[in-house]
């Protein structure tokens, strides 16, 4: 199919795009990586009357630290984040383990981190870290700009805060330190379709026992969570030796932490090929692992932190 005429802009700065989007009179859409908008377009899913593409506006091509916290601006793509060291510390071992979820290379050349915002798919991997690490989301509209948390941004399946004349400018992830161990699974049919259920983990760890926990969960509900009754149940709790994820006894607390992520924190919705006891289940058994993911992240992290002190 051929997307019904649209008009299309070609702005050079932010201002110039909100303009573009504020004219009140066309339905507009946003054209970042097109990896999401072009497929709907040509189904006829979306027709909207103009097409705003941001490609051409340098101070969007930005990723920057600024205060601890990591700013990446509108056009930076998912395969920005495929090398560990692209982003400091356990933040950027994170993102590299989800990226290399999101579709393909040629999608990852071209799709945006930040369009992944702009869509508000429940199965999107950075929207589920977003949650669990409490980031937030930069908008700019014809009224000027605003910041709206993670969790007050998500209202839905595909549905999120921003406004339609509102351009997303960046989305801000605080730096994670080097106390902290990081972890991300995810299960899919095939290798190319979106998750059935992913969870990542940042696990911060002190004197071996786990003081804070931060759970997202992917395609677990209606839009991306933080799963909070499995973060409470990990407080306190001993990382102990290290462990195959395929192998932990139901008794250990990360097996307990995936099950009450499956029956507290999830909300999943039951597909064809999934039911809703296979679905929780999943979830349940997928968490576990990326919490023995994170334990082990962890030791290696304060093994090598003493290495290089020798
Ligand atoms: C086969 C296939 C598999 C995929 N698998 C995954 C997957 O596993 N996980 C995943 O997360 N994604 C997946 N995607 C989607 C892909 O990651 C997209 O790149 C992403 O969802 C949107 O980014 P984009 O830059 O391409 O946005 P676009 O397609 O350009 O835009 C998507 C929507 O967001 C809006 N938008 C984009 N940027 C902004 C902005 N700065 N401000 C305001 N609104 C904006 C647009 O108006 C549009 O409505 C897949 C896509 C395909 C085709």
Redo the contacts with the bound molecule.
């Keep these: 199919m051929k997307p019904a005429a649209f008009d299309y802009v070609v702005p050079r700065t932010v201002s110039e795009a909100v303009d573009a989007l504020g004219d009140g009179e066309r339905r507009a ?12 377009m040509h189904l006829e899913r ?1 027709r909207p009357d103009l097409v705003v593409d ?1 490609n051409r506006i340098p101070e ?1 091509d930005d990723m920057r630290v600024v205060d601890n916290t990591l700013q990446v601006g ?1 056009l930076i ?2 395969q920005a984040f495929e090398s560990a060291r692209a982003v400091p510390g356990p933040l950027g071992s994170l993102f590299s383990l989800a990226v290399v ?4 290379p040629p ?2 050349s ?12 429940p ?5 589920a870290i977003a949650m669990a690490l409490d980031a937030d989301i930069r ?1 700019r509209g014809p009224e000027g700009a605003r910041t709206v948390a993670a969790r007050d941004y998500f209202h839905g399946p595909l549905k999120t805060a ?1 406004q339609p004349r ?4 960046s989305v801000r992830y605080p730096l994670l330190g080097d106390d902290v161990g990081v972890g991300f699974i995810e299960h ?1 049919r095939t290798h ?4 059935q259920v992913a969870s990542s983990a940042a696990l911060t760890v002190r004197d071996g026992v786990i003081v804070e926990a931060r759970i997202g969960l992917v395609n677990c509900a209606d839009r991306p969570l933080r799963a909070h009754a499995a973060e409470q149940a990990l407080a306190g709790v001993e990382v102990g030796p290290p462990m195959d994820g395929y192998l932990l006894p139901e008794e250990h607390p990360f097996a307990r932490a995936g099950r009450i992520a499956a029956e507290h924190d999830a909300a999943p919705i039951a597909e064809p090929y999934a039911d809703l006891e296979y679905r929780r289940h999943a979830i349940a058994v997928v968490l576990a692992r990326t919490l023995c993911q994170a334990a082990n992240d962890h030791r290696s992290r304060v093994g090598e932190l003493k290495g290089d002190s020798q």
Aim: proline share 0%; hydrophobic share 50%.
């Design positions: 859409q946003v054209l970042a990586g097109g990896q999401s908008l072009l497929l709907e979306i941001i969007l509108a793509r998912h979820n999101i579709a393909h999608i990852r071209r799709g945006t981190m930040v369009g992944s915002f702009g869509w508000g798919h199965a999107s991997e950075w929207c908008l921003r509102e351009l997303i400018t899919r190319f379709c979106f998750a």
